[in-house]
């Protein structure tokens, strides 16, 4: 009995050894300083529309055109500094939040939605980095929803303000900050450092929405993203080719060998 189980456990590990999954593949990506893939449309009402320098819910990138100061660590620069997310050296884009709440936009509702072609593949993935810096309130909140083939919107994840907590951020000088109420992630504090965050997207279709909601009430709270990225396994793909013919010969020649010897043993 104790050989039969042994014979079986080595045919699931040669079976293991000479079997290939196939692949995720990248399919969308955006935010990013690589090459945009598979995107369809961008949409922002928002671009522009506050008349204040220090409002903002748009995709922005440092040296090109005004960006928020509270998004800028220039602590290189200022030893007098004490907020930023976006490095010296950092010229990658980022949709960047600050105090959506203005004279412009009472209501504090701001949104965006990227579009990807997700057409002839399955197993999809979604990611997205996400930082935040400052004293934030209760009412200062943020969503990442996904959809399919202009379906209905599902949740990836939400962001609210930790009231009980405090959090201590870096610049790049080295000098920190220690502020209370920091934004958190299903309980997890986000930092002035970028956290990637993926979710499994359930089912398929041809096309991805993907959407950055948020309001926001102050001129000292910031939250950036960048970095999003649709990942999936082709329609055509077999999930799991048959081993070569040559590997599983070397694999069942193994067998017979460890059988017959298991046989000879007195």
């Known amino acids: 009995m104790k050989t039969q189980a042994f014979l079986l456990a080595l045919w699931c590990v040669i079976c293991a050894l000479t079997a290939t999954s196939a692949s995720a593949t ?3 990506r955006d935010l990013s300083n690589q090459t945009t893939v598979g995107l369809i449309s961008y949409q922002n009402a928002f671009t522009d529309a506050f008349g204040s320098s220090s409002d903002g819910a748009q995709i922005y990138r440092r040296g090109a055109g005004s960006v928020p100061l509270v998004f800028l660590d220039d602590s290189l620069a200022s030893a007098n500094d004490s907020l930023g997310i976006i490095k010296a050296a950092d010229a990658a884009p980022f949709f960047g ?13 701001v949104n965006a939605i990227w579009l990807f072609d997700i057409n002839g593949f ?8 996400i930082a935040a810096m400052g004293d934030f309130e209760p009412s200062d909140i943020f969503s990442i929803e996904y959809q399919l083939d202009g379906g209905a919107w599902q949740l990836m994840l939400s ?15 080295g000098n920190t900050t220690t502020l209370d109420d920091p934004m958190a ?4 504090n986000l930092t002035n450092s970028f956290t990637s965050f993926n979710q499994m997207v359930v089912n398929t279709g041809s096309t991805l929405g993907v959407r950055i ?3 926001t009430n102050g001129g000292t709270e910031a939250i950036a993203f960048r970095n999003i990225r ?16 040559s590997y599983l010969a ?13 046989q000879l043993k007195p």
């Open 26 to 28: 990248l399919i969308g």
């Open 97 to 109: 939040i600050v105090d959506t709440t203005n004279p412009d936009n009472l209501s504090g509702d």
């Open 122 to 129: 399955n197993q999809l993935s979604l990611a997205i980095d």
């Open 159 to 173: 962001g609210t303000a930790d009231n009980a907590g405090q959090q201590t951020y870096q610049l790049e000088n």
């Open 185 to 188: 992630v299903s309980g997890v």
């Open 213 to 215: 909601s948020a309001n």
């Open 230 to 245: 649709v990942n999936g396994t082709a329609l055509s793909a077999s999930p799991v080719e048959v081993p070569e013919p």
């Open 250 to 262: 070397a694999g069942i020649l193994l067998l017979m060998s460890v059988s017959r010897i298991i």
